[in-house]
């Protein structure tokens, strides 16, 4: 008898496919982050150059990669009737969810180690823990995956598309990314910094910026996004419909 496990690794063997062999994706996974790594690092738009890119630039290809991408193709796989076909298999909804999740999650450090070098070529050098590091990408890949399923499983393929691309656009320039929260009015800031999205760049920069990371540094965006993670797995388990 196959176990839950192995149906899980198949499936994610599946989805990695998927995503490699479409381009519309790899646009969106790679050379957009590129992109964003010269616009923004070779310019004065953004406080510390290089260094401080390198954390807001991951942060976008996490929130592409796991939230825009896989909402927007789940949402389509849904209209198209091919997550029907897979419920007529042995996959569990449990099994279908982790398999696109592992899947995104393997996308999007292929995404990060490309940004990581190219920042390397321009003269970026991380300080900080990359253990660290590593735990905050993952926790910040799990929150977005999480809301991104939800929002495919409970809404139709035409919506999930514009509210996933409004969403991205919204958290990029007004969520903490671009313009971080100590640059905007202190009630806005403080209201913007419980955001995943400000959660994310602050714990990244921490991370890869600071010689010894603090305990209490990591705290505050931890928490931030270990809870919205919680929820967005709890309403994907509850709401995500096959068809």
């Not at 989805?15 to 690092?41: H, K, S, T, Y």
């Not at 939230?67 to 029907?84: C, K, M, V, Y």
């Not at 990408?137 to 919506?159: D, I, K, M, N």
């Amino acid at each position: 008898m196959i176990t839950s496990g192995a149906r899980t690794r198949a499936h994610t063997g599946w989805e990695l496919r998927l995503l490699l062999r479409n381009g519309e994706q790899l646009l969106l996974v790679f050379i957009i982050p590129i992109v964003l790594v010269l616009a923004l690092g070779l310019t004065t738009f953004v406080p510390g150059g290089i260094d401080g890119a390198i954390p807001k630039v991951l942060s976008i290809s996490i929130l592409a990669t796991c939230f825009t991408s896989l909402a927007i193709a789940t949402g389509f796989e849904r209209r198209s009737g091919a997550l029907r076909f897979l419920a007529t298999t042995s996959l569990t909804r449990t099994n279908l969810l982790a398999g696109k999740a592992i899947a995104t999650a393997i996308v999007t450090l292929l995404s990060m180690l490309v940004v990581l070098l190219l920042g390397v070529l321009l003269g970026w050098r991380p300080g900080g823990s990359w253990p660290l590091s590593i735990l905050v990408a993952f926790l910040g890949s799990f929150t977005f995956a999480a809301w991104g399923l939800y929002l495919a499983g409970a809404l139709r393929a035409e919506a999930v598309l514009a509210l996933a691309n409004g969403v991205f656009l919204t958290l990029i320039l007004f969520g903490g990314i671009i313009i971080s929260p100590d640059q905007l009015p202190d009630v806005l800031g403080s209201i913007i910094e419980f955001t995943p999205s400000a959660a994310l760049v602050e714990a990244l920069t921490t991370t890869l910026s600071t010689q010894v990371p603090s305990t209490a540094d990591l705290l505050l965006p931890s928490i931030v996004l270990a809870v919205w993670g919680a929820i967005g797995a709890l309403l994907a388990r509850r709401y995500f419909r096959w068809e």
